[in-house]
Structure formats: structure tokens, C-alpha cells
């Protein structure tokens, strides 16, 4: 009689899809925190900055397409209580990421009436900072606390440096960097996350 171990639990196909879609959304907003910085600062100095986060992006993205490549090695059918949380987490995940669409369309177009358009970097990065702390309770993770808390600090360093009078273009410029942290942080969160799924799954 020898013994065996158990074989792993896989989460079901559609957690999966939801992990990938996390890493390439995480690709994205670094991209594009990371772009702002060419507003700030000149090419030779925002150029480097850029390269770094477009290496960790792709790195997320070859993660990302390598778990989905992947998918067909986990179970396809839902339980019960997986369909109804997957339906409890979907809806919440999505009125907080649309009342954060909302607020940042709504306070950008204030700023930019009432002639503030140079608050409009550092006030996004807050309200993304915030909508995080929304999704810590949502996901069960927490580590959206820590990037909630890092974030919102990033946009309010950024609308009282402004106030005070120091230069935007710096100060918007650190403030994108520091949310491009962020976004990165939590890619590499999502990314260790496929990597042991993938392992997992390979019956490693």
C-alpha cells in the first residue's frame, strides 16, 4: 500500500479568467500612470521611468496569457455556492468600479470648469486610492488596504503640494509614478497568484 497525496483543488475556470483579466488590467493602468510622466518631465528622465513599468506590463500580460493558454486545466462547471459568490463579487466589483468611473468624470469636468485642470491627476489618484478600499472587503484581500492607503496618500501629497504652490508638472509627475507603484504592486500580487495556480495545475 503506498500512499498518495490528494490531488489539488483547482479553483473553477472562470476564477481563472478573472485572475488574467486582473493582470491585464494591471498592464494597462501601469502603462498608462507610467505615460503621464512624459508630461512632467523631459524624455531622457521619463523615458527610463516608463521602461521600467512597460517591463513589469508585459511581464503581466506573458503571465496573464500563459494562465489563460492554461484555463482548460480547470474545472469548467460552477458550484452552487461558487455561482453565487462569483454573482455577489461581480456585481459589487462592478458598482464600485463604475461609481469610480463616475467620480472621476464628474470631478475632472468640475476642475477643468472652474479653471483647477491642475488638480486633475492628483484628485484621479485619489479617488482610485479610495476605490480600493472598497474592493479589500469585496476580494477578502489585504492587500488592497496597503495599496488603498498608498495611493490616496500619492493624490492628497499631490493636491497639497499644488496648494501650496509647488510646480505641477513635478508634482503630477511624482504622483503617476507613485500610482504606477501601485498598479505594479498589485500586478505582481495577481501574478504570484497565476504562477502558483499554474503550478497547481501542472501537478507541480
Same mark, same amino acid.
Given at each position: 500500500?503506498?500512499?498518495?497525496?490528494?490531488?489539488?483543488?483547482?479553483?473553477?475556470?472562470?476564477?481563472?479568467?478573472?485572475?488574467?483579466?486582473?493582470?491585464?488590467?494591471?498592464?494597462?493602468?501601469?502603462?498608462?500612470?507610467?505615460?503621464?510622466?512624459?508630461?512632467?518631465?523631459?524624455?531622457?528622465?521619463?523615458?527610463? =521611468?516608463?521602461? %521600467?513599468? *512597460?517591463? @513589469?506590463? +508585459?511581464?503581466?500580460?506573458?503571465?496573464? #496569457?500563459?494562465?489563460?493558454? &492554461?484555463?482548460?486545466?480547470?474545472?469548467?462547471?460552477?458550484?452552487?455556492?461558487?455561482?453565487?459568490?462569483?454573482?455577489?463579487?461581480?456585481?459589487?466589483?462592478?458598482?464600485?468600479?463604475?461609481?469610480?468611473?463616475?467620480? =472621476?468624470?464628474? %470631478?475632472? *469636468?468640475? @476642475?477643468? +470648469?472652474?479653471?483647477?485642470?491642475?488638480? #486633475?491627476?492628483?484628485?484621479? &489618484?485619489?479617488?482610485?486610492?479610495?476605490?480600493?478600499?472598497?474592493?479589500?472587503?469585496?476580494?477578502?484581500?489585504?492587500?488592497?488596504?496597503?495599496?488603498?492607503?498608498?495611493?490616496?496618500?500619492?493624490?492628497?501629497?499631490? =493636491?497639497?503640494?499644488?496648494? *501650496?504652490?509647488?510646480? +505641477?508638472?513635478?508634482?503630477?509627475?511624482? #504622483?503617476?509614478?507613485?500610482? &504606477?507603484?501601485?498598479?505594479?504592486?498589485?500586478?505582481?500580487?495577481?501574478?504570484?497568484?497565476?504562477?502558483?495556480?499554474?503550478?497547481?495545475?501542472?501537478?507541480?
Amino acid at each position: 500500500m503506498t500512499d498518495t497525496a490528494p490531488p489539488a483543488i483547482l479553483p473553477p475556470r472562470a476564477a481563472v479568467v478573472g485572475i488574467v483579466t486582473g493582470l491585464f488590467l494591471m498592464a494597462f493602468f501601469t502603462l498608462l500612470w507610467a505615460g503621464n510622466t512624459f508630461a512632467a518631465w523631459s524624455p531622457a528622465v521619463a523615458g527610463p =521611468i516608463w521602461a %521600467v513599468f *512597460a517591463v @513589469l506590463a +508585459v511581464g503581466f500580460i506573458v503571465q496573464g #496569457v500563459r494562465l489563460l493558454r &492554461a484555463r482548460g486545466r480547470f474545472p469548467a462547471a460552477l458550484s452552487e455556492a461558487d455561482s453565487r459568490r462569483q454573482r455577489g463579487t461581480g456585481r459589487a466589483y462592478g458598482i464600485t468600479f463604475g461609481l469610480e468611473g463616475l467620480a =472621476i468624470g464628474i %470631478v475632472a *469636468a468640475l @476642475l477643468n +470648469v472652474t479653471g483647477h485642470p491642475d488638480y #486633475v491627476m492628483p484628485a484621479i &489618484a485619489l479617488i482610485v486610492g479610495l476605490h480600493f478600499y472598497p474592493m479589500a472587503r469585496i476580494f477578502g484581500r489585504s492587500l488592497d488596504l496597503y495599496i488603498a492607503t498608498w495611493t490616496t496618500l500619492a493624490g492628497l501629497a499631490g =493636491i497639497v503640494a499644488i496648494a *501650496a504652490g509647488a510646480p +505641477v508638472e513635478p508634482v503630477t509627475g511624482f #504622483v503617476a509614478v507613485g500610482a &504606477a507603484l501601485a498598479t505594479s504592486a498589485y500586478g505582481v500580487y495577481i501574478g504570484r497568484d497565476a504562477q502558483r495556480l499554474l503550478h497547481r495545475s501542472a501537478g507541480d
